[in-house]
């Protein structure tokens, strides 16, 4: 049997490259919402965190999630996916 390549993503908020499955997709969709996504199948811009609060804030901090999805992004929607992140 032939063995798969695991795709691997790197972790917006630790810098790690870790494998896709590990990984939760936070994305900005074609109608400018940032959410979470479960099913990694969404159509928009992608983004990829590990399950840890620690990494959102490292994310948030250094602006690194706003980079990402080339806009601002309100506390609101911030304090929603750590809300996500936590019920997870």
């Known amino acids: ?4 390549k695991v795709p691997q993503r790197m972790c917006v908020g630790c810098q790690e490259m870790m494998g896709k499955k590990e990984l939760i ?3 900005r969709t074609p109608e400018n919402q ?3 996504d479960l099913t990694g199948k969404k159509s928009g811009r992608g983004a990829y965190i590990c399950a840890k609060e620690e990494c959102l804030t ?3 901090k250094g602006k690194r999630l706003e980079k990402a999805f080339k806009q601002a992004i309100s506390p ?3 304090e929603a996916l750590r809300q ?3 019920n997870k």
């Not at 049997?1 to 798969?4: I, N």
């Open 1 to 4: 049997m032939k063995v798969r």
């Open 25 to 27: 997709r936070i994305v």
């Open 34 to 36: 940032i959410e979470i």
């Open 58 to 60: 490292k994310a948030v």
């Open 76 to 78: 609101e929607v911030i």
């Open 84 to 86: 996500g992140l936590i």
